[in-house]
């Protein structure tokens, strides 16, 4: 991920492109001028979607992470070989 922290869609610039008064795609008046919060143009590069939410990137990674059966007890794989098998 090139952009570890900072928000896809959002307001503010770095390092955080993050103002909880401007929720993603909203325009607000912030100070008397109007505001509004923009999409990046490539969301694969970041972990962060608007401030709150992963992007569907992120969350990709992690599902492959968990269904890998490392971090279960028994591990999935034991239990359920066609989780192995899933294209995520």
Avoid at 7 to 35: E, Q
Avoid at 47 to 69: F, K, P
Wanted: one cysteine or more; aromatic letters at 12%; charged letters at 15%.
């Amino acid at each position: 991920f090139e952009q570890p922290i900072m928000a896809c869609c959002g307001y503010g610039g770095p390092p955080l492109n993050y103002d909880s008064r401007v929720t993603c795609g909203n325009t607000k008046i912030l100070n008397g001028t109007t505001v509004t919060a923009k999409g990046c143009n490539d969301s694969s590069e970041y972990i962060n979607w608007d401030g709150i939410h992963y992007t569907e990137t992120a969350n990709q990674y992690v599902a492959s992470q968990i269904l890998t059966g490392k971090y279960s007890d028994p591990p999935f794989s034991d239990k359920m070989p066609f989780l192995l098998k899933l294209k995520i």
